[in-house]
């Protein structure tokens, strides 16, 4: 039913259903920031390596929002795949060996805060099959943090890697697990 104007003279609903979530609403927002969903697609295109700036053109919202948006969001992410860990754990064992992740892509990719010498750099490895991201380490462009996201990985008896030619991969994959993606 209707529930007054905004500020702007845009139309407000109050919703009949007292279990929904939000107790007023318009059909028309003025920002697409306020329009439901839109903080989920935010998440969604993160953990799909759109950037900052990516997403904040795709989805016609400011940049700042974005990052507000993922702040708020950082309690409830986690570095390794939740989902596909405890399928793993619950299911019979002649299933579980169908949700082992034989192959994974990983790779990096960075962005900067403030300048661009003050580099940011997020590592993930993705489910070659399903391209699900299984896990990711932000930290700097070093063999260390690398083998953080590696650790990451252990739970899910991967036996093929495919990364591009950064030397941290080749220094630190045996060779037999080891493909190259171009």
Same mark, same amino acid.
């Given at each position: 039913?209707?529930?007054?104007?905004?500020?702007?003279?845009?139309?407000?609903?109050?919703?009949?259903?007292?279990?929904?979530?939000?107790?007023?609403?318009?059909?028309?927002?003025?920002?697409?920031?306020?329009?439901?969903?839109?903080?989920?697609?935010?998440?969604?295109?993160?953990?799909?390596? %759109?950037?900052? /700036?990516?997403?904040?053109?795709?989805?016609?919202?400011?940049? *700042? &929002? +974005? @990052?507000?948006?993922?702040?708020? #969001?950082?309690?409830?992410?986690?570095?390794?795949?939740?989902?596909?860990?405890?399928?793993?754990?619950?299911?019979?064992?002649?299933?579980?060996?169908?949700?082992?992740?034989?192959?994974?892509?990983?790779?990096?990719?960075?962005?900067?805060?403030?300048?661009? %010498?003050?580099? /940011?750099?997020?590592?993930?490895?993705?489910?070659?099959?399903? *391209? &699900? +991201? @299984?896990?990711?380490?932000?930290? #700097?462009?070093?063999?260390?943090?690398?083998?953080?996201?590696?650790?990451?990985?252990?739970?899910?008896?991967?036996?093929?890697?495919?990364?591009?030619?950064?030397?941290?991969?080749?220094?630190?994959?045996?060779?037999?697990?080891?493909?190259?993606?171009?």
């Amino acid at each position: 039913m209707k529930s007054g104007k905004n500020a702007q003279n845009i139309q407000r609903y109050r919703c009949k259903n007292s279990a929904c979530p939000t107790q007023t609403f318009m059909l028309d927002y003025r920002y697409n920031a306020c329009v439901p969903g839109v903080q989920e697609k935010v998440v969604e295109m993160a953990i799909n390596s %759109s950037g900052i /700036r990516d997403t904040a053109r795709v989805l016609k919202i400011n940049k *700042n &929002t +974005v @990052i507000s948006i993922l702040k708020s #969001k950082e309690d409830s992410l986690v570095q390794v795949n939740p989902v596909f860990l405890s399928q793993k754990s619950e299911t019979p064992l002649d299933v579980r060996l169908e949700l082992v992740c034989e192959e994974v892509e990983i790779d990096e990719q960075w962005s900067f805060v403030g300048k661009k %010498s003050n580099q /940011r750099w997020l590592w993930h490895a993705v489910d070659h099959a399903t *391209n &699900t +991201v @299984i896990a990711y380490v932000f930290g #700097k462009r070093k063999d260390d943090v690398f083998k953080e996201l590696k650790a990451l990985l252990t739970p899910f008896e991967i036996s093929r890697y495919y990364t591009d030619d950064w030397g941290a991969y080749e220094r630190n994959l045996d060779a037999e697990n080891h493909g190259n993606v171009a």
